[in-house]
Protein backbone atom coordinates (compact mmCIF):
# COMPACT_ATOMS: atom_id res chain seq x y z
CA UNK A 1 0.00 0.00 0.00
CA UNK A 2 2.70 2.06 0.80
CA UNK A 3 4.73 1.32 -2.36
CA UNK A 4 1.47 2.21 -4.35
CA UNK A 5 1.31 5.47 -2.53
CA UNK A 6 4.66 6.60 -2.97
CA UNK A 7 4.60 5.69 -7.05
CA UNK A 8 1.11 7.55 -7.26
CA UNK A 9 3.05 10.34 -5.32
CA UNK A 10 5.90 10.44 -7.60
CA UNK A 11 4.25 10.30 -10.98
CA UNK A 12 2.26 13.28 -9.33
CA UNK A 13 4.80 15.55 -9.02
CA UNK A 14 5.89 14.41 -12.43
CA UNK A 15 2.64 15.71 -13.95
CA UNK A 16 2.77 19.29 -11.83
CA UNK A 17 6.03 19.57 -13.42
CA UNK A 18 4.81 18.80 -16.98
CA UNK A 19 1.80 21.10 -16.39
CA UNK A 20 3.99 23.99 -15.24
CA UNK A 21 6.53 23.62 -18.65
CA UNK A 22 3.51 23.13 -20.98
CA UNK A 23 1.70 25.96 -19.45
CA UNK A 24 4.69 27.78 -18.89
CA UNK A 25 5.60 27.69 -22.84
CA UNK A 26 2.12 28.63 -23.82
CA UNK A 27 2.17 31.63 -22.49
CA UNK A 28 5.08 32.59 -22.83
CA UNK A 29 4.27 31.72 -26.36
CA UNK A 30 1.26 33.82 -26.88
CA UNK A 31 2.14 36.88 -24.45
CA UNK A 32 4.04 38.36 -27.07
CA UNK A 33 6.42 41.14 -25.70
CA UNK A 34 5.75 41.57 -22.03
CA UNK A 35 7.29 44.70 -21.92
CA UNK A 36 5.10 45.98 -24.60
CA UNK A 37 2.14 45.10 -23.01
CA UNK A 38 3.07 46.57 -19.72
CA UNK A 39 4.08 49.73 -20.63
CA UNK A 40 1.68 50.11 -23.39
CA UNK A 41 1.67 51.12 -27.55
CA UNK A 42 3.14 54.67 -26.74
CA UNK A 43 6.28 53.11 -24.93
CA UNK A 44 9.56 53.78 -27.25
CA UNK A 45 11.40 50.76 -28.16
CA UNK A 46 14.08 51.76 -26.30
CA UNK A 47 11.91 51.58 -22.91
CA UNK A 48 10.59 48.74 -23.44
CA UNK A 49 14.04 46.87 -24.52
CA UNK A 50 15.40 48.62 -21.12
CA UNK A 51 12.14 46.92 -19.00
CA UNK A 52 12.60 43.53 -20.44
CA UNK A 53 16.29 43.38 -19.82
CA UNK A 54 15.55 44.97 -15.94
CA UNK A 55 13.26 41.90 -15.44
CA UNK A 56 15.04 38.99 -17.43
CA UNK A 57 12.69 38.91 -20.53
CA UNK A 58 15.16 38.82 -23.03
CA UNK A 59 16.71 35.85 -21.20
CA UNK A 60 16.67 32.16 -23.40
CA UNK A 61 12.83 30.52 -22.88
CA UNK A 62 14.71 27.97 -20.88
CA UNK A 63 16.54 29.76 -18.39
CA UNK A 64 13.43 32.27 -17.73
CA UNK A 65 11.15 29.02 -17.13
CA UNK A 66 13.76 28.03 -14.44
CA UNK A 67 13.80 30.65 -12.79
CA UNK A 68 10.33 31.23 -13.01
CA UNK A 69 10.66 27.52 -11.17
CA UNK A 70 12.94 28.74 -8.84
CA UNK A 71 10.32 30.85 -7.76
CA UNK A 72 7.43 28.58 -7.61
CA UNK A 73 9.62 25.73 -5.35
CA UNK A 74 9.82 29.09 -2.82
CA UNK A 75 6.44 29.85 -3.14
CA UNK A 76 6.73 32.62 -5.57
CA UNK A 77 3.83 32.84 -7.92
CA UNK A 78 4.67 35.78 -10.01
CA UNK A 79 3.93 39.49 -9.92
CA UNK A 80 0.95 41.03 -11.73
CA UNK A 81 2.29 44.26 -13.31
CA UNK A 82 -1.29 45.23 -14.00
CA UNK A 83 -2.71 44.73 -10.46
CA UNK A 84 0.64 45.88 -8.85
CA UNK A 85 0.34 42.84 -6.36
CA UNK A 86 1.77 39.95 -6.02
CA UNK A 87 -0.19 36.72 -7.49
CA UNK A 88 0.39 35.19 -4.06
CA UNK A 89 -1.58 38.62 -2.35
CA UNK A 90 -4.41 38.36 -5.09
CA UNK A 91 -4.88 34.52 -4.85
CA UNK A 92 -4.46 34.72 -0.99
CA UNK A 93 -7.46 37.27 -0.99
CA UNK A 94 -9.51 35.64 -3.57
CA UNK A 95 -8.99 31.75 -2.57
CA UNK A 96 -10.88 31.77 0.61
CA UNK A 97 -14.41 33.04 -1.07
CA UNK A 98 -14.03 30.57 -3.79
CA UNK A 99 -13.48 27.29 -2.08
CA UNK A 100 -16.16 28.25 0.39
CA UNK A 101 -18.55 28.41 -2.83
CA UNK A 102 -16.78 25.52 -4.02
CA UNK A 103 -17.33 23.67 -1.23
CA UNK A 104 -20.33 23.87 -0.03
CA UNK A 105 -21.66 23.31 -3.71
CA UNK A 106 -19.63 20.15 -3.36
CA UNK A 107 -21.63 18.87 0.00
CA UNK A 108 -24.56 19.65 -0.94
CA UNK A 109 -24.24 17.98 -4.68
CA UNK A 110 -23.03 15.07 -3.18
CA UNK A 111 -25.85 15.06 -0.43
CA UNK A 112 -28.37 15.53 -3.16
CA UNK A 113 -27.32 13.47 -5.68
CA UNK A 114 -26.65 10.00 -3.68
CA UNK A 115 -30.02 9.32 -2.03
CA UNK A 116 -31.16 10.48 -5.78
CA UNK A 117 -29.59 8.40 -7.56
CA UNK A 118 -30.11 5.13 -5.63
CA UNK A 119 -33.90 6.32 -5.39
CA UNK A 120 -33.99 6.55 -9.07
CA UNK A 121 -32.30 2.95 -9.47
CA UNK A 122 -34.15 1.75 -7.00
CA UNK A 123 -37.56 3.03 -8.68
CA UNK A 124 -36.35 2.25 -12.13
CA UNK A 125 -38.68 2.72 -14.72
CA UNK A 126 -41.37 4.16 -12.52
CA UNK A 127 -42.59 7.92 -13.01
CA UNK A 128 -40.48 9.15 -10.52
CA UNK A 129 -36.73 7.90 -11.99
CA UNK A 130 -38.43 9.10 -15.70
CA UNK A 131 -39.10 13.11 -14.52
CA UNK A 132 -35.80 12.92 -12.52
CA UNK A 133 -33.72 11.49 -15.27
CA UNK A 134 -35.20 13.67 -17.54
CA UNK A 135 -34.41 16.66 -15.32
CA UNK A 136 -30.88 15.51 -15.07
CA UNK A 137 -30.57 15.01 -18.67
CA UNK A 138 -31.90 18.67 -19.29
CA UNK A 139 -29.59 19.82 -16.74
CA UNK A 140 -26.67 17.96 -17.54
CA UNK A 141 -27.10 19.65 -21.33
CA UNK A 142 -27.24 22.71 -20.18
CA UNK A 143 -24.35 25.49 -20.15
CA UNK A 144 -23.76 26.62 -16.38
CA UNK A 145 -24.35 29.89 -17.21
CA UNK A 146 -28.05 29.04 -18.89
CA UNK A 147 -29.26 27.65 -15.85
CA UNK A 148 -27.72 30.56 -13.60
CA UNK A 149 -30.03 32.42 -15.95
CA UNK A 150 -32.50 30.50 -15.38
CA UNK A 151 -32.31 30.55 -11.91
CA UNK A 152 -31.88 34.61 -12.11
CA UNK A 153 -34.98 35.01 -14.38
CA UNK A 154 -37.11 32.90 -12.08
CA UNK A 155 -35.92 33.99 -8.63
CA UNK A 156 -34.60 37.30 -8.71
CA UNK A 157 -36.87 39.01 -11.59
CA UNK A 158 -39.73 36.99 -11.41
CA UNK A 159 -40.05 35.82 -7.97
CA UNK A 160 -38.17 38.68 -7.03
CA UNK A 161 -37.04 37.11 -3.76
CA UNK A 162 -33.21 36.85 -4.20
CA UNK A 163 -30.46 38.96 -5.75
CA UNK A 164 -29.25 38.61 -8.62
CA UNK A 165 -25.79 39.72 -7.86
CA UNK A 166 -23.62 38.11 -5.16
CA UNK A 167 -22.14 39.73 -2.31
CA UNK A 168 -19.56 42.06 -2.67
CA UNK A 169 -18.29 41.64 0.29
CA UNK A 170 -14.81 40.59 0.85
CA UNK A 171 -15.31 38.18 3.70
CA UNK A 172 -14.79 34.61 3.14
CA UNK A 173 -17.32 34.03 5.76
CA UNK A 174 -19.93 35.71 3.35
CA UNK A 175 -21.93 32.81 2.62
CA UNK A 176 -22.89 32.34 5.94
CA UNK A 177 -23.29 35.92 7.09
CA UNK A 178 -25.25 36.55 3.99
CA UNK A 179 -26.64 33.63 2.62
CA UNK A 180 -29.37 35.19 1.16
CA UNK A 181 -27.17 37.09 -1.51
CA UNK A 182 -25.11 33.49 -2.04
CA UNK A 183 -28.08 31.15 -2.71
CA UNK A 184 -28.20 31.77 -6.74
CA UNK A 185 -24.02 31.28 -7.14
CA UNK A 186 -24.22 28.11 -4.59
CA UNK A 187 -27.25 26.49 -6.41
CA UNK A 188 -26.11 27.43 -9.78
CA UNK A 189 -23.27 25.02 -8.65
CA UNK A 190 -24.74 22.60 -6.55
CA UNK A 191 -26.79 22.39 -9.88
CA UNK A 192 -24.41 22.04 -12.70
CA UNK A 193 -22.33 19.01 -10.14
CA UNK A 194 -26.03 17.51 -9.10
CA UNK A 195 -26.67 16.68 -13.00
CA UNK A 196 -23.40 15.01 -13.44
CA UNK A 197 -23.14 13.06 -9.98
CA UNK A 198 -26.50 11.70 -9.81
CA UNK A 199 -26.48 10.11 -13.69
CA UNK A 200 -23.14 8.17 -12.34
CA UNK A 201 -24.84 7.44 -8.69
CA UNK A 202 -28.29 6.00 -10.49
CA UNK A 203 -25.77 3.89 -13.13
CA UNK A 204 -23.78 2.48 -10.03
CA UNK A 205 -26.52 1.86 -7.67
CA UNK A 206 -28.26 -0.10 -10.49
CA UNK A 207 -24.94 -2.27 -10.88
CA UNK A 208 -25.14 -3.02 -7.49
CA UNK A 209 -28.35 -4.12 -7.23
CA UNK A 210 -28.16 -6.44 -9.46
CA UNK A 211 -25.41 -7.92 -7.33
CA UNK A 212 -25.81 -11.46 -5.47
CA UNK A 213 -24.98 -9.76 -2.21
CA UNK A 214 -28.37 -7.69 -2.80
CA UNK A 215 -30.15 -10.76 -3.01
CA UNK A 216 -28.06 -12.55 -0.26
CA UNK A 217 -28.87 -9.74 1.80
CA UNK A 218 -32.95 -10.04 1.37
CA UNK A 219 -33.43 -13.56 0.88
CA UNK A 220 -31.91 -13.62 5.03
CA UNK A 221 -34.71 -11.80 6.00
CA UNK A 222 -33.47 -8.06 5.55
CA UNK A 223 -35.69 -5.12 5.02
CA UNK A 224 -35.02 -3.13 1.68
CA UNK A 225 -34.24 0.12 3.57
CA UNK A 226 -31.56 -1.98 5.74
CA UNK A 227 -30.27 -3.55 2.54
CA UNK A 228 -30.18 0.23 0.88
CA UNK A 229 -28.75 1.64 3.79
CA UNK A 230 -25.99 -0.92 4.80
CA UNK A 231 -25.17 -3.16 2.05
CA UNK A 232 -25.68 -0.96 -1.49
CA UNK A 233 -24.96 2.62 -0.63
CA UNK A 234 -21.46 1.57 0.50
CA UNK A 235 -20.56 -0.38 -2.30
CA UNK A 236 -22.47 2.35 -4.65
CA UNK A 237 -20.27 4.95 -3.48
CA UNK A 238 -16.94 3.38 -4.80
CA UNK A 239 -17.61 5.04 -7.79
CA UNK A 240 -18.65 8.72 -6.21
CA UNK A 241 -15.32 8.97 -5.00
CA UNK A 242 -13.41 8.87 -8.31
CA UNK A 243 -15.84 10.97 -9.32
CA UNK A 244 -15.70 13.76 -6.74
CA UNK A 245 -11.60 13.69 -7.19
CA UNK A 246 -12.41 14.04 -11.52
CA UNK A 247 -14.84 16.48 -11.04
CA UNK A 248 -12.23 19.26 -9.41
CA UNK A 249 -11.55 20.54 -13.08
CA UNK A 250 -15.25 20.58 -13.72
CA UNK A 251 -16.08 22.86 -10.81
CA UNK A 252 -13.44 24.84 -11.22
CA UNK A 253 -14.46 26.18 -14.50
CA UNK A 254 -18.09 26.01 -12.72
CA UNK A 255 -16.58 28.31 -10.74
CA UNK A 256 -15.07 30.32 -13.19
CA UNK A 257 -18.54 30.79 -15.09
CA UNK A 258 -20.91 31.47 -11.87
CA UNK A 259 -18.50 34.27 -10.70
CA UNK A 260 -18.37 36.01 -13.51
CA UNK A 261 -22.40 35.55 -13.93
CA UNK A 262 -22.96 36.88 -10.56
CA UNK A 263 -20.16 39.11 -9.98
CA UNK A 264 -19.38 37.36 -7.52
CA UNK A 265 -14.99 38.41 -6.28
CA UNK A 266 -13.16 35.25 -5.99
CA UNK A 267 -10.07 33.30 -8.13
CA UNK A 268 -12.76 32.57 -11.10
CA UNK A 269 -13.83 36.37 -11.70
CA UNK A 270 -9.57 37.14 -10.67
CA UNK A 271 -9.24 34.66 -13.58
CA UNK A 272 -11.91 36.29 -15.89
CA UNK A 273 -10.26 39.60 -15.30
CA UNK A 274 -6.72 38.32 -16.45
CA UNK A 275 -8.19 37.21 -19.47
CA UNK A 276 -9.78 40.77 -20.45
CA UNK A 277 -6.57 42.38 -19.18
CA UNK A 278 -3.72 39.84 -20.61
CA UNK A 279 -2.34 39.28 -17.44
CA UNK A 280 -0.31 36.41 -17.98
CA UNK A 281 1.33 36.07 -14.76
CA UNK A 282 -2.32 35.69 -13.06
CA UNK A 283 -3.24 33.24 -15.40
CA UNK A 284 -0.20 31.39 -15.21
CA UNK A 285 -0.78 31.29 -11.27
CA UNK A 286 -4.10 30.64 -11.44
CA UNK A 287 -3.92 27.73 -14.01
CA UNK A 288 -0.97 25.92 -12.23
CA UNK A 289 -3.14 25.94 -9.15
CA UNK A 290 -5.94 24.56 -10.76
CA UNK A 291 -3.50 22.16 -12.52
CA UNK A 292 -2.01 21.41 -8.89
CA UNK A 293 -5.92 20.91 -7.17
CA UNK A 294 -6.76 18.68 -9.85
CA UNK A 295 -3.65 16.34 -9.66
CA UNK A 296 -3.92 16.42 -5.71
CA UNK A 297 -7.86 15.37 -6.63
CA UNK A 298 -7.21 12.27 -8.94
CA UNK A 299 -4.55 11.56 -6.10
CA UNK A 300 -6.82 11.36 -3.07
CA UNK A 301 -9.08 9.81 -4.92
CA UNK A 302 -6.86 6.99 -5.71
CA UNK A 303 -5.45 6.34 -2.71
CA UNK A 304 -8.89 6.36 -1.02
CA UNK A 305 -10.65 3.54 -3.76
CA UNK A 306 -6.88 2.16 -2.78
CA UNK A 307 -7.89 1.69 0.88
CA UNK A 308 -11.36 1.10 0.40
CA UNK A 309 -10.99 -1.58 -2.26
CA UNK A 310 -7.53 -3.70 -2.24
CA UNK A 311 -8.46 -4.87 -5.94
CA UNK A 312 -7.14 -1.96 -7.23
CA UNK A 313 -4.11 -1.45 -5.77
CA UNK A 314 -2.24 -3.94 -8.33
CA UNK A 315 -3.00 -2.07 -10.84
CA UNK B 1 -23.89 -17.45 -30.19
CA UNK B 2 -24.69 -17.22 -33.44
CA UNK B 3 -25.78 -13.90 -32.98
CA UNK B 4 -22.31 -12.60 -32.52
CA UNK B 5 -22.00 -11.78 -35.69
CA UNK B 6 -21.76 -8.44 -35.33
CA UNK B 7 -19.73 -5.26 -36.61
CA UNK B 8 -17.33 -5.60 -34.16
CA UNK B 9 -16.59 -9.18 -34.03
CA UNK B 10 -17.05 -9.84 -37.64
CA UNK B 11 -15.67 -7.33 -39.60
CA UNK B 12 -12.04 -8.32 -39.35
CA UNK B 13 -12.31 -11.82 -40.03
CA UNK B 14 -12.02 -10.17 -44.35
CA UNK B 15 -10.24 -7.33 -44.01
CA UNK B 16 -8.16 -7.64 -47.03
CA UNK B 17 -10.82 -7.74 -49.63
CA UNK B 18 -12.51 -4.75 -49.12
CA UNK B 19 -14.77 -5.33 -52.71
CA UNK B 20 -16.36 -8.15 -50.86
CA UNK B 21 -17.97 -7.71 -47.72
CA UNK B 22 -18.58 -10.43 -45.34
CA UNK B 23 -22.81 -11.39 -45.20
CA UNK B 24 -22.27 -10.92 -41.76
CA UNK B 25 -21.57 -7.86 -41.65
CA UNK B 26 -23.99 -6.15 -43.25
CA UNK B 27 -26.12 -8.11 -40.63
CA UNK B 28 -24.47 -6.96 -37.41
CA UNK B 29 -24.95 -3.33 -39.27
CA UNK B 30 -28.62 -3.85 -39.78
CA UNK B 31 -28.93 -5.27 -35.77
CA UNK B 32 -27.11 -2.27 -34.98
CA UNK B 33 -29.65 -0.21 -36.41
CA UNK B 34 -32.29 -2.07 -35.28
CA UNK B 35 -31.15 -1.96 -31.77
CA UNK B 36 -31.20 1.74 -32.55
CA UNK B 37 -34.18 2.44 -33.61
CA UNK B 38 -35.93 0.72 -30.85
CA UNK B 39 -34.19 3.52 -28.78
CA UNK B 40 -37.31 5.79 -28.95
CA UNK B 41 -34.72 8.64 -27.02
CA UNK B 42 -32.25 7.70 -30.02
CA UNK B 43 -34.73 8.28 -32.67
CA UNK B 44 -35.78 11.26 -30.76
CA UNK B 45 -32.36 12.73 -30.76
CA UNK B 46 -31.21 11.82 -34.54
CA UNK B 47 -34.54 13.85 -35.47
CA UNK B 48 -33.70 16.81 -33.15
CA UNK B 49 -30.29 16.67 -35.30
CA UNK B 50 -32.15 16.50 -38.29
CA UNK B 51 -34.27 19.00 -37.96
CA UNK B 52 -31.42 21.90 -36.48
CA UNK B 53 -29.40 21.10 -39.25
CA UNK B 54 -32.03 21.48 -41.91
CA UNK B 55 -33.30 24.90 -39.89
CA UNK B 56 -29.68 25.97 -39.51
CA UNK B 57 -28.64 25.41 -43.12
CA UNK B 58 -31.56 25.22 -45.28
CA UNK B 59 -33.80 27.63 -43.29
CA UNK B 60 -31.71 30.84 -44.10
CA UNK B 61 -32.20 30.43 -47.59
CA UNK B 62 -36.39 30.02 -47.30
CA UNK B 63 -36.74 32.61 -44.21
CA UNK B 64 -34.39 35.25 -45.96
CA UNK B 65 -33.12 38.36 -43.29
CA UNK B 66 -30.70 40.95 -42.61
CA UNK B 67 -28.07 39.86 -40.57
CA UNK B 68 -24.96 42.03 -41.27
CA UNK B 69 -26.32 45.51 -41.27
CA UNK B 70 -27.73 47.01 -37.78
CA UNK B 71 -31.46 48.58 -38.68
CA UNK B 72 -31.64 50.69 -34.86
CA UNK B 73 -35.37 51.54 -36.10
CA UNK B 74 -36.36 48.11 -35.06
CA UNK B 75 -34.67 46.95 -32.31
CA UNK B 76 -35.54 45.62 -29.20
CA UNK B 77 -39.12 44.90 -31.04
CA UNK B 78 -40.76 41.98 -29.14
CA UNK B 79 -41.99 39.25 -31.00
CA UNK B 80 -45.19 39.95 -34.00
CA UNK B 81 -45.58 40.47 -37.23
CA UNK B 82 -42.81 40.11 -39.87
CA UNK B 83 -40.60 39.12 -36.55
CA UNK B 84 -41.72 35.82 -35.35
CA UNK B 85 -39.20 36.12 -32.24
CA UNK B 86 -38.90 39.91 -32.21
CA UNK B 87 -35.87 41.73 -32.91
CA UNK B 88 -32.45 42.18 -30.80
CA UNK B 89 -30.18 45.67 -29.38
CA UNK B 90 -28.82 45.80 -33.42
CA UNK B 91 -32.43 45.59 -35.05
CA UNK B 92 -31.63 42.00 -36.01
CA UNK B 93 -34.00 39.51 -36.28
CA UNK B 94 -33.74 37.06 -33.45
CA UNK B 95 -35.04 34.00 -35.65
CA UNK B 96 -32.73 34.70 -38.60
CA UNK B 97 -30.49 34.75 -36.08
CA UNK B 98 -30.82 31.60 -34.69
CA UNK B 99 -30.26 30.21 -37.44
CA UNK B 100 -26.97 31.69 -38.32
CA UNK B 101 -26.06 31.39 -34.95
CA UNK B 102 -26.77 27.93 -34.76
CA UNK B 103 -24.73 27.43 -38.16
CA UNK B 104 -21.10 27.95 -36.47
CA UNK B 105 -22.27 26.44 -32.93
CA UNK B 106 -23.47 23.18 -34.84
CA UNK B 107 -19.83 23.63 -37.55
CA UNK B 108 -17.51 24.03 -34.63
CA UNK B 109 -19.54 21.33 -33.08
CA UNK B 110 -18.83 18.93 -35.36
CA UNK B 111 -15.38 20.20 -36.63
CA UNK B 112 -13.63 19.88 -33.38
CA UNK B 113 -15.17 16.78 -32.30
CA UNK B 114 -13.54 15.42 -35.72
CA UNK B 115 -10.36 17.04 -34.99
CA UNK B 116 -10.08 15.48 -31.49
CA UNK B 117 -11.06 12.23 -32.33
CA UNK B 118 -8.82 11.94 -35.49
CA UNK B 119 -5.53 13.04 -32.87
CA UNK B 120 -7.22 10.70 -30.26
CA UNK B 121 -7.73 7.70 -32.22
CA UNK B 122 -4.04 7.80 -33.67
CA UNK B 123 -2.35 8.34 -30.63
CA UNK B 124 -4.30 5.80 -28.93
CA UNK B 125 -3.57 3.21 -31.02
CA UNK B 126 0.18 3.74 -31.18
CA UNK B 127 0.14 4.19 -28.09
CA UNK B 128 -1.85 0.86 -27.36
CA UNK B 129 0.29 -0.95 -30.10
CA UNK B 130 3.86 0.30 -29.10
CA UNK B 131 3.55 -0.83 -25.37
CA UNK B 132 6.72 -0.48 -22.87
CA UNK B 133 8.45 3.02 -22.70
CA UNK B 134 7.02 4.83 -25.37
CA UNK B 135 3.37 4.00 -24.38
CA UNK B 136 4.43 5.19 -20.88
CA UNK B 137 5.85 8.39 -22.05
CA UNK B 138 2.81 9.20 -24.21
CA UNK B 139 0.15 8.25 -21.82
CA UNK B 140 2.04 10.88 -19.02
CA UNK B 141 1.57 13.44 -21.85
CA UNK B 142 -2.29 12.87 -22.02
CA UNK B 143 -2.51 12.55 -18.02
CA UNK B 144 -0.27 15.49 -17.73
CA UNK B 145 -2.42 17.90 -20.21
CA UNK B 146 -5.51 16.30 -18.76
CA UNK B 147 -4.63 17.91 -15.33
CA UNK B 148 -5.01 21.28 -16.90
CA UNK B 149 -8.64 22.31 -16.57
CA UNK B 150 -9.80 22.36 -20.06
CA UNK B 151 -11.84 25.60 -19.89
CA UNK B 152 -8.84 27.36 -18.48
CA UNK B 153 -6.58 26.26 -21.53
CA UNK B 154 -9.04 27.35 -24.04
CA UNK B 155 -9.80 30.52 -22.62
CA UNK B 156 -6.07 31.56 -22.40
CA UNK B 157 -5.76 30.30 -25.59
CA UNK B 158 -9.16 32.22 -27.22
CA UNK B 159 -8.50 35.27 -25.99
CA UNK B 160 -5.15 35.31 -28.48
CA UNK B 161 -5.96 34.16 -31.64
CA UNK B 162 -8.82 36.33 -33.81
CA UNK B 163 -12.01 33.92 -33.28
CA UNK B 164 -13.34 32.19 -36.16
CA UNK B 165 -14.91 28.76 -36.83
CA UNK B 166 -11.79 27.26 -37.87
CA UNK B 167 -9.97 28.77 -34.88
CA UNK B 168 -12.29 27.85 -32.10
CA UNK B 169 -12.67 24.42 -33.79
CA UNK B 170 -9.16 24.28 -33.81
CA UNK B 171 -8.33 25.18 -30.45
CA UNK B 172 -11.38 22.76 -28.76
CA UNK B 173 -10.18 20.05 -30.92
CA UNK B 174 -6.27 20.43 -29.83
CA UNK B 175 -7.46 20.26 -25.94
CA UNK B 176 -9.88 17.21 -25.78
CA UNK B 177 -8.18 14.54 -27.97
CA UNK B 178 -7.08 13.07 -24.73
CA UNK B 179 -10.46 11.31 -23.54
CA UNK B 180 -10.44 9.59 -27.07
CA UNK B 181 -7.04 8.83 -26.92
CA UNK B 182 -7.13 6.93 -23.66
CA UNK B 183 -10.29 5.11 -24.89
CA UNK B 184 -8.79 4.02 -28.10
CA UNK B 185 -5.81 3.20 -26.38
CA UNK B 186 -7.79 0.66 -24.06
CA UNK B 187 -9.69 -0.70 -26.79
CA UNK B 188 -6.24 -1.46 -28.76
CA UNK B 189 -4.75 -2.88 -25.95
CA UNK B 190 -7.54 -5.19 -25.90
CA UNK B 191 -7.65 -6.07 -29.23
CA UNK B 192 -4.33 -6.86 -30.10
CA UNK B 193 -4.07 -9.44 -28.07
CA UNK B 194 -7.08 -10.93 -29.90
CA UNK B 195 -6.13 -13.97 -32.89
CA UNK B 196 -6.73 -12.22 -35.70
CA UNK B 197 -3.48 -9.53 -35.17
CA UNK B 198 -1.36 -12.49 -34.36
CA UNK B 199 -2.78 -14.01 -37.48
CA UNK B 200 -2.28 -10.86 -39.61
CA UNK B 201 1.44 -10.38 -38.25
CA UNK B 202 2.37 -13.79 -39.15
CA UNK B 203 1.27 -13.11 -42.72
CA UNK B 204 3.42 -10.22 -42.74
CA UNK B 205 1.83 -7.56 -42.14
CA UNK B 206 3.31 -4.42 -41.50
CA UNK B 207 2.52 -2.25 -38.30
CA UNK B 208 0.89 0.36 -40.25
CA UNK B 209 -1.05 -1.97 -42.17
CA UNK B 210 -2.23 -3.52 -38.72
CA UNK B 211 -3.22 -0.44 -37.21
CA UNK B 212 -5.18 0.81 -40.11
CA UNK B 213 -6.80 -1.76 -41.47
CA UNK B 214 -6.96 -4.12 -38.09
CA UNK B 215 -7.11 -2.09 -35.24
CA UNK B 216 -8.75 1.20 -36.33
CA UNK B 217 -11.62 -0.15 -37.61
CA UNK B 218 -12.22 -2.30 -34.52
CA UNK B 219 -12.28 0.08 -32.29
CA UNK B 220 -14.37 2.33 -34.29
CA UNK B 221 -17.55 1.30 -32.47
CA UNK B 222 -15.92 3.05 -29.41
CA UNK B 223 -14.98 6.17 -31.55
CA UNK B 224 -18.38 6.69 -33.16
CA UNK B 225 -19.87 6.60 -29.63
CA UNK B 226 -16.97 9.34 -28.55
CA UNK B 227 -17.81 11.33 -31.22
CA UNK B 228 -20.88 12.13 -30.59
CA UNK B 229 -20.38 13.24 -27.12
CA UNK B 230 -17.76 15.56 -28.49
CA UNK B 231 -19.80 16.95 -30.25
CA UNK B 232 -22.17 18.01 -27.56
CA UNK B 233 -19.47 18.65 -24.97
CA UNK B 234 -17.61 21.18 -27.50
CA UNK B 235 -20.99 22.96 -28.98
CA UNK B 236 -21.22 23.47 -24.52
CA UNK B 237 -17.86 24.67 -24.58
CA UNK B 238 -18.09 27.54 -27.43
CA UNK B 239 -20.84 28.50 -25.82
CA UNK B 240 -19.17 29.17 -23.08
CA UNK B 241 -16.62 30.70 -24.70
CA UNK B 242 -18.84 32.62 -26.09
CA UNK B 243 -20.46 33.69 -23.44
CA UNK B 244 -17.19 35.06 -21.66
CA UNK B 245 -16.83 37.05 -24.83
CA UNK B 246 -14.39 35.38 -26.96
CA UNK B 247 -16.51 33.77 -29.32
CA UNK B 248 -17.05 34.90 -33.06
CA UNK B 249 -15.90 37.73 -33.78
CA UNK B 250 -18.83 40.74 -35.18
CA UNK B 251 -20.73 40.25 -37.94
CA UNK B 252 -20.30 36.10 -37.42
CA UNK B 253 -22.13 34.97 -34.13
CA UNK B 254 -22.72 31.58 -32.40
CA UNK B 255 -24.91 30.73 -29.99
CA UNK B 256 -23.20 31.60 -26.81
CA UNK B 257 -22.37 35.00 -27.94
CA UNK B 258 -26.06 35.61 -28.90
CA UNK B 259 -26.78 34.45 -25.05
CA UNK B 260 -24.02 37.00 -23.69
CA UNK B 261 -25.42 39.60 -25.79
CA UNK B 262 -28.98 38.66 -24.29
CA UNK B 263 -28.13 38.83 -20.60
CA UNK B 264 -28.54 42.50 -20.30
CA UNK B 265 -31.86 42.12 -21.84
CA UNK B 266 -32.60 39.52 -18.83
CA UNK B 267 -33.06 42.03 -16.63
CA UNK B 268 -35.69 44.34 -18.75
CA UNK B 269 -37.84 41.48 -19.38
CA UNK B 270 -36.86 40.81 -23.31
CA UNK B 271 -36.95 36.83 -22.51
CA UNK B 272 -37.04 36.85 -26.27
CA UNK B 273 -33.33 37.06 -26.75
CA UNK B 274 -32.94 34.23 -24.19
CA UNK B 275 -35.17 31.49 -24.27
CA UNK B 276 -35.38 30.27 -27.95
CA UNK B 277 -31.90 30.39 -28.51
CA UNK B 278 -31.45 28.86 -24.88
CA UNK B 279 -33.79 26.22 -25.68
CA UNK B 280 -31.73 25.29 -28.93
CA UNK B 281 -29.19 24.92 -27.60
CA UNK B 282 -29.79 22.86 -24.75
CA UNK B 283 -32.10 20.84 -27.08
CA UNK B 284 -29.31 20.26 -29.65
CA UNK B 285 -26.99 19.15 -26.62
CA UNK B 286 -29.54 16.24 -25.52
CA UNK B 287 -29.83 15.23 -28.69
CA UNK B 288 -26.31 14.52 -29.15
CA UNK B 289 -26.47 13.08 -25.87
CA UNK B 290 -29.15 10.63 -26.46
CA UNK B 291 -27.62 9.55 -29.67
CA UNK B 292 -24.27 8.60 -28.00
CA UNK B 293 -25.90 7.12 -25.54
CA UNK B 294 -28.24 4.82 -27.50
CA UNK B 295 -25.06 3.94 -29.70
CA UNK B 296 -23.15 3.18 -26.88
CA UNK B 297 -25.86 0.37 -26.03
CA UNK B 298 -26.89 -1.04 -29.65
CA UNK B 299 -22.93 -1.56 -29.89
CA UNK B 300 -22.57 -3.18 -26.76
CA UNK B 301 -23.59 -6.47 -28.50
CA UNK B 302 -23.42 -7.68 -24.76
CA UNK B 303 -26.90 -5.19 -24.42
CA UNK B 304 -28.79 -6.77 -27.18
CA UNK B 305 -32.05 -8.36 -27.00
CA UNK B 306 -31.98 -11.40 -28.98
Excluded at chain 2, 210 to 221: E, S
Aim: aromatic share 8%; with cysteine.
Amino acid sequence: MIQYALRRLATSVIVILGVSVITFVLLHGMAGSPGRAILGVQASPGAVAAFEHEHGYDRSIVVQYLSYLAHLLHGDLGYSYKLNQSVNALVAENAGRTALLSAVALVLAIGIAVPLGVFQAVKRGGIGDTVLTTLTFVAYSMPVFLLAMLLIQVFAMGLGVLPAQASQSSSAFVIFTDPRAMLLPVLTLTGVTVALFSRYQRSAALDQLAQDYITVARSKGLSMRMVLTRHLLRNACAPLVTLIGMSIPLLLAGNLVVESVFNYPGLGLLFFNALNNQDYPVLLGYTLIAATLTVLGNLVADLLVAVTDPRTRRA
Amino acid sequence: MTESATDRTTAPTAPDEPGTRPPGRTRGGRLTLREFTRNRLAVLGGGIIVFFVLFCFVGPHLYVTEQISVDPVNSMLPPGAGHPLGTDAQGFDVLGRIMKGGQASLQIGLLAALIATAIGTLYGTVAGLAGGLLDAVMMRVVDTLLSIPFLFIVLIIATRFSSTVLSLSLTLGAFSWLAPARLVRAEVLALRSRGFVAAATVMGATKARIIVRHLIPNALGVVIVNITFQVADAIIAVSLLGFLGFGLNYPAVEWGTQLSKGVSSLLDGSWWLIYPVGGCLVAVVMAFNFVGDALRDSIDVRLRRR
